[in-house]
């Protein structure tokens, strides 16, 4: 961990004060940046390990820095934890489908975050080198790479991480809970509609035809499994 890299995006100074404390003391090097561009700019040029993203920002809001950071390959595997005052379903899931993979409101706890951010990137390491594959859908695990037939698939790290555990075990029926702890890495409730975010996103990518699912299948009332049939 000790030289794990995060980047706190805030206009608000006292924000990015208090975060910053609290990551240094848990010994991460932390980058900041206060507005759009400049958090733009900080992610071409550092690349760091994570971002700590406000929403609501002076020029490019956290949507369109998110949008941004998915469609670039060198950026698309950084993890992104959204933090925003705005508290509706709605704004939650816009940028769950644009890539972020978690989501804090406002006020928080800080040591909160931390314990976030130090999940998050634990389930970054926490595979093992090897080759995963169901019916033609294929995943390096070592290298992070997911195909179908073939064609390489952008993934961002929390629907890889979902789809690492769903391969993992072929035909196995998951619950929500369980998969929000293996592969959103935290043991917290009210995540049921994130997670259907996540897998509605796989599916957009993954899925011949993403309204009759060839590999990803809702066990309606348990949660979902992963097969190569319909």
């Avoid at 993203?53 to 469609?71: F, K, S």
């Avoid at 959204?82 to 409101?105: N, Q, W």
């Avoid at 629907?159 to 391969?167: R, S």
């Amino acid at each position: 961990m000790a030289n794990e890299r995060i980047l706190v995006v805030d206009d608000d100074r006292e924000v990015v004060r208090l975060m910053r404390a609290y990551l240094e003391q848990a010994g991460y090097e932390v980058l900041v940046a206060y507005d759009g561009e400049s958090a733009v700019h900080n992610l071409r040029r550092e690349k760091p390990d994570l971002v700590l993203l406000d929403l609501m920002l002076p020029d490019r809001d956290g949507y369109d820095i998110t949008r941004l950071a998915r469609r670039d390959p060198s950026l698309a595997h950084i993890p992104i934890i959204m933090l925003t005052a705005r508290v509706d379903d709605t704004d939650k899931i816009i940028g769950l489908e644009l890539g972020a993979d978690d989501y804090v409101t406002k006020p928080y706890n800080p040591r909160e975050v931390v314990a976030r951010v130090r999940a998050r990137l634990r389930n970054q390491d926490a595979f093992l080198t090897n080759t995963l594959r169901v019916g033609r859908l294929e995943m390096d695990v070592d290298r992070r790479i997911v195909e179908v037939d073939g064609q390489s698939i952008d993934l961002t790290p929390t629907e890889f991480n979902l789809l690492h555990v769903l391969m993992q075990q072929e035909g196995f029926v998951f619950t929500r809970s369980d998969l929000i702890r293996k592969g959103m890495g935290l043991d917290y409730e009210g995540l049921e509609r994130t997670l259907d975010s996540h897998i509605r996103n796989l599916r957009q990518k993954i899925e011949p035809d993403p309204r009759n699912p060839t590999y990803i299948h809702t066990v309606y009332g348990v949660g979902y499994r992963l097969t190569a049939s319909t």
